[in-house]
């Protein structure tokens, strides 16, 4: 099993509304786009704002905070980048051989 996880806001050198940094588990683009909006929404930034930040379309922030399942990993990093975060993957460990 494997669980992926956005990290953000988590650049030490900007102020973050609440201050800390959180963990969204992700399973699922409609996760990882709601931890986007989420992410987005405590920088105070709207979706044209991230999208200019990030250089990518305004549609296609749309489109990953609403899941959508056919978004181009590269510009999804940008977005996570922008927002401070990071992507971690945290793999279960695995049995014992016997």
Known sequence: MVNTLFSGPN??????PGGASSE??????AE??????????????TQA???????????FVGEVEAGKPSAQLGRVMQLI???????????????PEA
Do not use: F
């Open 32 to 45: 990882l786009g709601a931890a986007l909006r989420r992410s987005r929404k405590a920088l105070g930034l």
């Open 49 to 59: 704002e991230l999208a200019l930040a990030a250089g990518v379309g305004l549609r």
């Open 81 to 95: 980048e922008v927002l401070g975060g990071s992507l971690v993957l945290r793999s279960a460990p695995m049995p």
């Open 24 to 29: 969204h588990p992700i399973g699922s683009t």
């Open 11 to 16: 650049d030490p050198e900007r102020e973050y």
